[in-house]
């Protein structure tokens, strides 16, 4: 036994000793694999009622955003009251736990029991008061988040007495003309006078309308009868209406009262206050309407609205903010000059005209009128070539730009020539230039399209033929300024110091150079400045004979 012990006890140290290092070796390993154990933390507390009771109930937890009204659908967390009131929720990072943060408590109890905010605040609404802001965080313990509740009410039982009769009662409700509730809007009830006269003088009852436009009067002191009902919101931006959509109380239905009953469904629609008006008017000329213009207010700070004219002259300004303004006439299809209201060119001598909010002015004319002023004077007559009858079922032809001579032509052109003898059959046998050797200058005598008829104007004779042809050639017919001069193809005519353009035919007769002055008034510039012959120069549509002058010769 002795020998045995020996020789087995050295190699039981050994096997101890390995057993031993095999441990310490495995203990960090299994160390780092678990880690450290999460920190968590705890809040808890009691529900009882006022009289001491514990009282069973579902605790739950809302994010701290119900502090300014923003109750998420669900709480966060929540837990149970146990038989005896206590409850408790452990705070963690990871789940099952409540997250660390700030908390609005609800107690949700069970049987009669109102709910309740830690700590003692009947809504969330209240919070910034009553309830408290809890503050859950790990590594804390939180105890003490007691909260008391009313005594539960006594069962009353059955109500031995029936409900009372319903009282009777007025209810609508009142909102705009796109169907938005007017809130805070005053509807007031009038008796109708016996009279027969729907005007009332003194008011029966008085309600305001609530968020939703809706509005009640209990009835059950008023006496029995026929009122009308009216609705306003003073100061907001809406009219005054007399039930049911009437601006005075002469044009309002009575609704029949009966203190016992319920009347619904007067509803007032209430327009928003005006705060634009309308014009409307039509645009002439030389007793035409003139259809297609642009008529345009203009106020101080610049245009606020423009309107376009129908095939009858017609137009209408609609909206315009309430005020003065400047009213204009343009048109782009024909060559008749801007006019201001009433008939005139420059806006400073121009009227003004007046808007008002909610109201329409009407027959609002802007004369258009024009007829370019002649340099031989208001007395000469207007006399020219006969018009052929089908050139006048014609439309008058389209104004040209200015075309001049690029290069030479020694021959009249077609047009040219026609016009000459047109000329000399209208206004006897006078002498008139046609095309000229061609020189370093520009002119429509070097391709065959001008004439110069020899008319002197200090020949009495000859001037009275030169003003009568030159005022018939550029005079206004209808809507169609320049008309002859158009249909013959006239790109422009020069007599008398002025010239008169086809391509700016609204500017009339302008000022040829500086042949006005006094100094250009002697014979010796009677040439130069056009006053011993009329020059006529033609655009290439009428030296070719294609305007409607020449369409049926």
């Not at 809504?123 to 910034?128: K, Q, R, W, Y």
């Not at 032509?409 to 016009?419: F, V, W, Y």
């Not at 095309?435 to 008829?453: M, P």
């Not at 007769?509 to 020059?535: A, L």
């Amino acid at each position: 036994m002795g020998n045995r012990a020996r020789r087995t006890g050295p190699a039981a140290a050994v096997a101890a000793m390995a057993a031993l290092l095999l441990s310490l070796l495995a203990v960090p390993a299994a160390g780092a694999a678990e880690g450290p154990p999460p920190v968590e933390g705890s809040l808890a507390g009691s529900v009882r009622d006022t009289d001491g009771r514990a009282v069973s109930a579902t605790v739950q937890f809302f994010a701290a955003g119900a502090m300014a009204g923003e109750l998420p659908d669900a709480p966060a967390q929540q837990t149970r009251a146990d038989g005896d009131g206590g409850w408790s929720i452990a705070v963690a990072d990871t789940e099952p736990g409540l997250p660390p943060g700030d908390y609005l408590i609800k107690i949700d109890p069970d049987g009669d029991y109102p709910p309740r905010w830690y700590r003692d605040a009947a809504t969330p609404a209240e919070t910034s008061d009553d309830a408290t802001l809890v503050t859950a965080a790990t590594g804390v313990d939180r105890g003490g988040l007691d909260v008391e509740l009313p005594a539960a009410p006594p069962d009353p039982g059955p109500d031995p007495k029936p409900d009372p009769e319903p009282q009777g009662e007025m209810s609508g409700r009142v909102s705009d003309t796109r169907g938005s509730p007017i809130a805070n809007a005053e509807v007031t009830i009038y008796r109708t006078d016996p009279s027969g006269d729907p005007a009332a003088t003194t008011p029966a009852a008085t309600a305001t309308s609530s968020a939703d436009g809706s509005w009640r009067i209990p009835t059950a002191s008023i006496d029995a009868g026929a009122y009308l009902v009216t609705a306003s919101a003073d100061p907001l931006n809406y009219q005054q209406r007399w039930y049911p959509d009437s601006p005075t109380p002469q044009g309002a239905t009575p609704v029949k009262v009966d203190p016992g009953k319920v009347v619904a469904g007067i509803d007032l629609v209430l327009p928003d206050v005006p705060t634009t008006g309308t014009l409307r008017g039509r645009v002439v000329a030389n007793g035409k309407r003139v259809p297609a213009a642009t008529v345009t207010a203009v106020g101080p700070a610049g245009a606020v609205g423009s309107a376009t004219t129908d095939e009858r002259g017609r137009y209408a300004l609609d909206a315009l903010p309430a005020g003065d303004y400047w009213v204009r006439a343009s048109t782009s299809q024909y060559l008749l000059p801007s006019r201001w209201y009433p008939d005139l060119r420059a806006r400073r001598s121009a009227e003004t005209v007046a808007v008002t909010a909610g109201q329409t002015r009407y027959s609002l004319v802007i004369d258009m009128s024009y007829q370019p002023v002649h340099p031989g004077g208001k007395r000469v007559k207007a006399r020219g070539p006969k018009i052929p009858a089908a050139v006048r079922r014609l439309p008058v032809d389209t104004a040209t730009r200015y075309q001049g001579q690029r290069r030479c032509i020694p021959r009249s052109q077609p047009g040219a020539a026609s016009l000459y003898y047109l000329i000399k059959k209208r206004y006897g046998n006078i002498t008139i230039g046609l095309n000229r050797a061609c020189r370093k200058d520009t002119s429509e005598h070097y391709d065959g399209r001008a004439l110069d008829w020899m008319v002197s104007i200090r020949n009495k004779s000859q001037a009275r033929k030169g003003d009568s042809f030159t005022k018939w050639l550029t005079k206004t017919r209808g809507l169609e300024v320049g008309a002859m001069a158009r249909r013959l193809g006239v790109m422009y005519v020069i007599w008398r110091d002025r010239i008169w353009k086809q391509y700016q035919a609204d500017k009339g007769w302008q000022r040829y150079y500086d042949c006005g002055t006094k100094k250009k008034q002697r014979w010796f510039y009677d040439r130069p400045c056009h006053r011993d012959h009329v020059h006529i120069s033609m655009n290439w549509p009428g030296a070719k004979k294609r305007t409607s002058w020449w369409a049926t010769a």
